[in-house]
């Protein structure tokens, strides 16, 4: 699962626009060990996901 | 006053003449020893004197100048993945030329010029599984690890790419760029020297 799909599990109302070059959730990898991480969150009503919540998601 | 004739120790001379115009022209020798000009050729010509070259047929010049500036281009060999909605790192693992070996393939994956100076950069990211219906395919140039230009574009059809370039000015030392994907679908890039690339060359120095 990407960490894209775990946050639209943890806000359900989310779509790929949101994750787009227009979007307000810029997710990132850079090529090394760290792998996909969230590089900028401005999305108006979603508070950006902690750790625990992403990573408790099945 | 006319010619003025210098005779060599031989059977030579050489004739200083000025212009047949009003006015007073100085010709000022620099003040270190050393050959001025030859026409012998492999002299150099330093500081910051302006001359004027015509006719030449053969002109060579050192330092910092885009005519022998660094140039390279990379481009994707081996299959990558990417997470969708995830702006990533594209490995650029070959190289068609790298005349400075300015361009990391094996682990950064970056362009770092070591002369400083305007570069014209051009990078491509293309993907085999954008799907057609408004999902957004994107290259970006990243210049010292943030988004610096990007493009965007949304296909019509399942193969498709993104364009982007641009002329950035490097410091010659620690200014890098690297080339990001992004694919609102999960993505496999197409592999080719034709599709996920990115080429550069200066411009001008700085």
């Given at each position: 699962?990407?960490?894209?799909?775990?946050?639209?599990?943890?806000?359900?109302?989310?779509?790929?626009?949101?994750?787009?070059?227009?979007?307000?959730?810029?997710?990132?990898?850079?090529?090394?060990?760290?792998?996909?991480?969230?590089?900028?969150?401005?999305?108006?009503?979603?508070?950006?996901?902690?750790?625990e919540q992403l990573g408790s998601v099945q | 006053m006319g010619n003025l004739v210098?005779?060599?120790?031989?059977?030579?001379?050489?004739?200083v003449s000025p212009p047949a115009v009003a006015g007073t022209n100085t010709v000022t020798l620099p003040a270190?020893?050393?050959?001025?000009?030859?026409?012998?050729?492999g002299q150099?010509?330093?500081?910051?004197?302006?001359?004027?070259?015509?006719?030449?047929?053969?002109?060579?010049?050192?330092?910092?100048?885009?005519?022998?500036?660094?140039?390279?281009?990379?481009?994707q060999s081996t299959l990558q993945s990417i997470s969708g909605g995830t702006w990533s790192k594209i490995a650029l693992q070959s190289k068609t030329f790298d005349t400075n070996s300015n361009f990391d393939n094996t682990t950064n994956y970056r362009f770092t010029p070591t002369v400083a100076g305007y570069y014209q950069i051009n990078a491509q990211f293309s993907t085999s599984n954008s799907a057609s219906g408004g999902y957004a395919?994107?290259?970006?140039?990243?210049?010292?690890?943030?988004?610096?230009?990007?493009?965007?574009?949304?296909?019509?059809?399942?193969?498709s790419g993104a364009f982007i370039s641009d002329?950035?000015?490097?410091?010659?030392?620690?200014?890098?760029?690297?080339?990001?994907g992004y694919a609102d679908q999960g993505s496999?890039?197409?592999i080719g020297t034709a599709y996920n690339f990115m080429s550069g060359s200066m411009v001008r120095g700085a």
């Open positions: 699962m990407t960490l894209r799909d775990k946050i639209c599990k943890i806000y359900t109302d989310l779509t790929f626009l949101d994750f787009g070059p227009d979007g307000t959730i810029v997710l990132q990898n850079d090529g090394d060990s760290k792998g996909d991480y969230i590089k900028s969150w401005t999305h108006p009503t979603h508070p950006q996901p902690s750790a | 210098l005779n060599g120790s031989s059977s030579g001379q050489i004739t270190t020893t050393g050959t001025l000009l030859t026409t012998a050729g150099t010509i330093g500081g910051t004197e302006t001359f004027s070259i015509i006719n030449a047929t053969t002109i060579q010049v050192g330092g910092n100048q885009a005519v022998n500036g660094p140039a390279f281009s990379a481009y395919v994107g290259a970006a140039i990243y210049k010292n690890g943030s988004a610096y230009k990007l493009a965007i574009t949304r296909p019509t059809s399942n193969t002329l950035i000015y490097f410091n010659g030392s620690t200014d890098y760029v690297e080339l990001y496999a890039g197409v």
